[in-house]
């Protein structure tokens, strides 16, 4: 069962994602298919996303946000967006799913995390269910819109991702992962979150 409260508890949460990872003998990430998509259009802000809903990570971007200070620029589409129909028709999810269309400026980075997922815990056919659904029924994506120019890093758990333009991989939610941009060019990727219809 689903408690919502535990992830309040960040060093618990954060213990109990390393203790699955520790224990997962699978891939850290794999493509689940490479599609083209629409790309929309939609307006990105920056935001600073680590300094306040991350534990224990000190980072530059844990001051005031700004373009200057941000750490992602991001959009999340409504949940009856196309583009978000369109995640969870490919991926058999339960409509809606979670998505965030994120954009890292050259020198961003983000530090090694775990999510918590609780902007999904919110969504109310997931929320529903709570009673009949467990932590490992997250299904978490990385969709990426452009191929990987050098500089672009993205690593989840001890793995280096490699991604050409319409990738669409999948990764255990527990997995650590990290980011980071040296290239000249601004990095644009999709993250969705959900359950299994």
């Known amino acids: ?5 535990f992830i309040q508890n960040l060093d618990a949460w954060n213990a109990y994602c390393k203790k699955m990872y520790d224990n997962y003998n699978g891939p850290d ?20 996303f680590y300094g306040n809903n991350h534990y224990g990570v000190r980072h530059p971007a844990d001051q005031e946000v700004s373009p200057d200070t941000a750490v992602l620029d991001r959009a999340i589409p409504d949940f009856g967006h196309p583009i978000n129909k369109k995640f969870c028709e490919i991926l058999g999810l339960l ?17 090694p ?21 467990e932590w490992t029924d997250h299904k978490r994506y990385l969709y990426f819109w452009q191929d990987q120019e050098i500089g672009q890093f993205f690593q989840i758990g001890n793995t280096q991702i490699k991604w050409k333009a319409g ?14 941009n040296s290239s000249y060019s601004p990095r644009k990727i999709t993250a969705i979150t959900g359950i299994l219809a």
Not at 1 to 5: F, S
Not at 29 to 48: G, M, R, S
Not at 95 to 111: K, W
């Open 29 to 48: 990430a794999w493509v689940v298919c490479n599609v083209k998509l629409e790309d929309y259009i939609f307006k990105h802000t920056p935001e600073n």
């Open 167 to 180: 990738d669409l991989i999948e990764f255990p939610f527990f997995a650590r992962h990290t980011t980071a």
């Open 1 to 5: 069962m689903i408690d919502p409260t």
């Open 113 to 133: 995390h775990y999510d918590t997922n609780k902007s999904t815990l919110k969504i109310p056919s997931i929320a529903e269910k709570f009673n009949e659904l």
């Open 95 to 111: 409509p809606p799913a979670r998505i965030s269309i994120n954009i890292q400026e050259p020198g961003g980075i983000i530090p």
